[in-house]
């Protein structure tokens, strides 16, 4: 009995208080028949999505594990079949709900695609905790997951909100939102199932910034639903620019704003601002590192024991990393008040040129590196641009 409630209450009690809280999320509550018909065909749609995978990797020998078939098979694995698979599993999950009467407001999207995520959740995390019935580390992975399929689903569910309500169509944006989700996800598994149990360090970060994204979205789809909150957001956005930089630190833009900020604009883009920019950021990288090394130090943290497959040995990494994260926000403030140009273009630019110069030295010095690099460029990304928003010239 208490073998049974070892994995039915870690899968069971997180995913009905997530359906809870996205059920309550939007003010005109949808139909509970079509909710919970959601949630249980994303779990039907998660169990066929395992079975699946377990068949492919019963013939090929293929795991999610490093330390079973090694680095290069196991993102191979997840790549072409995990990830993909257990998208498109969330997808026909959610779609009748898409296709029905009861799909008629843009959070919509928010909301069948996250429940189908739940469902599709509750089932994987039953499944990995009765197949690993000891080790508190299994609980951790099926909790950290949970959330994680409730964000990837968001991306695509954020396009579907955005399909016209007459048409019943994807929007255009679908292929890229659902390819974005797959990636993450991919590269979201690989750090909590295929690496050891100090990799899991790494996705708290993740998943923050996975959160923010999809508040971001349903705030967005929750402005298109309503006329008063599309013009107090319009509003917002012409008034934001001339705000002072403080005011702009508790008012986040709208993702119309920020798009507006990235585009091009009349003037020549300003080439020496994204050279300059670049150094700074790499600048900016190496001082936060520089800083994580003196408080180490200066705190006895011995970085030499640093160890994957041991949780308690990551707390030196987790020190370098906030170090390293630090320096783009800062670097963005510094380029966008430098340069003192009225968009984002230039410092987003910046960034990226100093985020693909660590790709190049990471592919040539230290190739395993790679992929937490990859997962941590949009956290980089996205600071550097929170860095240089803050510092735009009011007008």
């Not at 890229?176 to 750090?191: D, N, R």
């Not at 910034?209 to 402005?223: E, P, Q, S, T, Y």
């Not at 670097?331 to 190049?360: C, D, K, M, Q, Y």
Request: hydrophobic residues 55%; glycine residues 8%.
């Amino acid at each position: 009995m208490l073998e049974t409630l070892r994995w039915v209450i870690p899968a069971v009690v997180p995913a009905v208080l997530a359906a809870v809280l996205l059920y309550r999320s939007n003010v005109r509550r949808e139909p509970v028949p079509m909710v919970v018909m959601t949630f249980v065909l994303g779990a039907v749609a998660g169990a066929v999505a395992l079975y699946a995978q377990a068949t492919v990797s019963r013939f090929t020998g293929l795991d999610v594990r490093t330390s079973a078939v090694g680095e290069g098979p196991a993102l191979l694995f997840l790549f072409c079949l995990v990830a993909p698979l257990q998208e498109v599993a969330k997808v026909a999950a959610m779609w009748p709900a898409f296709l029905s009467d009861q799909f008629d407001e843009p959070y919509d999207g928010i909301v069948y695609a996250g429940t189908a995520a739940i469902g599709f959740a509750t089932v994987e995390s039953a499944v990995v905790l009765h197949t690993h019935p000891h080790g508190t580390i299994w609980i951790a992975r099926a909790l950290l997951a949970l959330p994680a399929h409730v964000f990837f689903a968001c991306l695509w569910g954020y396009a579907l909100g955005r399909a016209k309500q007459g048409q019943k169509r994807p929007t255009s944006i679908f292929p890229a939102a659902w390819l974005l989700a797959t990636a993450s996800h991919g590269l979201y598994a690989h750090f909590v199932y295929g690496r050891g149990p100090g990799a899991l360090v790494a996705v708290v970060p993740l998943l923050l910034a996975m959160g923010g994204v999809a508040w971001v979205a349903g705030r967005d789809l929750k402005n298109r639903g309503d006329r008063a909150s599309r013009e107090w957001a319009a509003s917002v956005g012409e008034n934001r620019l001339s705000s002072s930089s403080l005011a702009r630190l508790s008012h986040p833009p709208s993702l119309k704003t920020v798009r507006d900020s990235l585009r091009r604009t009349d003037r020549p883009v300003m080439l020496r601002w994204i050279l300059f920019g670049a150094l700074v950021t790499f600048g900016a990288m190496v001082a936060g590192l520089s800083a994580s090394v003196a408080v180490g130090h200066w705190i006895h943290v011995d970085f030499s024991v640093v160890d994957e497959h041991d949780a308690a040995t990551t707390a030196p990494l987790a020190l370098l990393g906030m170090g390293l994260l630090a320096g783009f926000p800062v670097s963005g403030f510094l380029v966008a008040r430098a340069s003192n140009v009225p968009t984002l273009l230039e410092p987003a630019l910046a960034s990226a040129v100093a985020i693909t110069g660590v790709w190049v030295l990471l592919g040539l010095m230290a190739p395993v590196a790679l992929v937490f690099a990859f997962a941590f460029s949009p956290i980089a990304f996205g600071l550097s641009c929170a860095g240089a928003w803050v510092g735009m010239p009011t007008a």
